[in-house]
T-cell receptor, first 111, second 112 residues
Framework: GENVEQHPSTLSVQEGDSAVIKCTYSDSASNYFPWYKQELGKRPQLIIDIRSNVGEKKDQRIAVTLNKTAKHFSLHITETQPEDSAVYFC??????????FGKGTTLSVSS | DVKVTQSSRYLVKRTGEKVFLECVQDMDHENMFWYRQDPGLGLRLIYFSYDVKMKEKGDIPEGYSVSREKKERFSLILESASTNQTSMYLCASLPGLNTEAFFGQGTRLTVV
């Protein structure tokens, strides 16, 4: 089955810096790669996703890149703000397969 | 707005008890999932369902079973609760495969 590895497990940045979280997946048939943000005590919520026919997607300060050959995708957050502090999860799924998550990255943004 | 509701926010059960966790969604979604969330381990898939009366094992199904008698409801059953099943349980509902997952608020289960 699919296996998703996520790094780093914790990330601390200063407000205004950029943050990058990286994930690798094992199943070459996976074709959907979402990112979820979970604030303390709340449920995970989708922040951005990318499909395998696209190499990069951007939404304001957030971008995701996908390298299908390397089976690698990354989340980029620019101009970080304290409200970006949360746990971020990457995930992968394919045709007929369930959504499998990475172990999460705790991002701390200090002002 | 999609609403995914889990029956309890907090539960305390005794070892050996049979435990039912309920999840209801109001958007006629085909797909429903159960995950458990533990610190440092992320969200691990227990069971999922693509349709009524259908179920598939996830990565950690041991000690659990599920029931999906109606499209809107997906139940997770702990046949004989053990202390290593103390965890946060999250239900998710998806309109289709490879689409956004909508999560319930979670059930924090403590087995004593």
């Amino acid at each position: 089955g699919e296996n998703v590895e996520q790094h780093p497990s914790t990330l601390s940045v200063q407000e205004g810096d950029s943050a990058v979280i990286k994930c690798t997946y094992s199943d070459s048939a996976s074709n959907y790669f979402p990112w979820y943000k979970q604030e303390l005590g709340k449920r995970p919520q989708l922040i951005i996703d990318i499909r395998s026919n696209v190499g990069e997607k951007k939404d304001q300060r957030i971008a995701v890149t996908l390298n299908k050959t390397a089976k690698h995708f990354s989340l980029h957050i620019t101009e970080t703000q304290p409200e970006d502090s949360a746990v971020y999860f990457c995930a992968a799924s394919g045709a007929g397969t369930a959504l499998i998550f990475g172990k999460g990255t705790t991002l701390s943004v200090s002002s | 707005d999609v609403k995914v509701t889990q029956s309890s926010r907090y539960l305390v059960k005794r070892t050996g008890e049979k435990v039912f966790l309920e999840c209801v969604q109001d958007m006629d979604h085909e797909n429903m999932f159960w995950y458990r969330q533990d610190p440092g381990l992320g969200l691990r898939l227990i069971y999922f369902s693509y349709d009524v009366k259908m179920k598939e094992k996830g990565d950690i199904p041991e000690g659990y079973s599920v029931s999906r008698e109606k499209k809107e409801r997906f139940s997770l059953i702990l046949e004989s609760a053990s202390t290593n099943q103390t965890s946060m349980y999250l239900c998710a509902s998806l309109p289709g495969l490879n689409t956004e997952a909508f999560f319930g608020q979670g059930t924090r289960l403590t087995v004593v």
